[in-house]
């Protein structure tokens, strides 16, 4: 089993929609969480951080539940300039590495 | 400011060549990180600088990969006698501080060199 899982996608939403992406990591050691955006041949940039209370940035809103070793993150009113693939990371206590999960494509439709 | 770069931004070498990758990380920047990325894959960890020191080359992937820092700003990572499996993007990433065990700082990734093993 993989360290860190994410939904296989590809997601294909109309402009508008509500989308939610799931990520679920195996190590309960894991301290760290974070979404980055990877946009097609770019590299990829922090979207945001997990915290342990959820968080929310505009449109996106991340949760993370420990008990359940799963995180989230949901994107209201999508926008077209939200078509990218979505990378969950997990960082664990014993090691200073970002483990990224396999990434999520979402295509944002007119 | 200027952000990571990495040189060249392509690479084609024909099997068993050596190749080197270079990165020039956000200046004053402590860490650096070296990642493997395959096509439809998320990064995968290759090694860790703090300033000259190698603290984690767990993720290389075997002993034809090595990677410097000799004066705490640029890396280099070689590939010996490279393979058709090592066709992949090479991502540097740079962060301002080690992660401490309680904080974390936000890890910039530079464009990367697209190696393609003939």
């Known amino acids: 089993r993989k360290e860190v899982e994410q939904d296989p996608g590809p997601f294909n939403v109309p402009e508008g929609a509500t989308v939610a992406f799931n990520c679920t990591y195996s190590n309960s050691a894991s301290q760290s969480f974070f979404w980055y955006r990877q946009d097609c041949r770019k590299e990829p940039k922090l979207l945001m951080s997990?915290?342990?209370s959820g968080n929310e940035d505009g449109r996106f809103t991340a949760q993370l539940n420990r008990a359940s070793q799963y995180i989230s993150l949901l994107i209201r009113d999508s926008k077209l300039s939200d078509s990218a693939t979505y990378l969950c990371?997990?960082?664990?206590?014993?090691?200073?590495?970002?483990?990224f999960g396999p990434g999520t494509r979402l295509s944002v439709l007119p | 400011g200027a952000g990571v770069s990495q040189s060249p931004r392509y690479k084609v070498a024909k099997r068993g060549q050596d190749v080197a990758l270079r990165c020039d990380p956000i200046s004053g920047h402590v860490s650096l990180f070296w990642y493997q990325q395959a096509l439809g894959q998320g990064p995968e960890f290759l090694t860790y600088f703090q300033n000259e020191a190698q603290l984690d080359k767990s993720g290389l992937p075997s002993d034809r990969f090595f990677a410097e820092r000799p004066e705490g700003s640029v890396s280099t990572l070689k590939i010996q006698r490279t393979q058709q499996e090592d066709s992949a993007v090479y991502l540097c990433?740079?962060?301002?501080?080690?992660?401490?065990?309680?904080?974390?700082?936000?890890?910039?990734f530079g464009p990367g060199t697209r190696l393609t093993v003939l």
């Open positions: 997990v915290y342990s």
């Open positions: 990433a740079s962060s301002s501080q080690g992660y401490s065990g309680s904080s974390y700082n936000e890890q910039f």
């Open positions: 990371v997990v960082i664990t206590d014993y090691g200073q590495n970002f483990v």
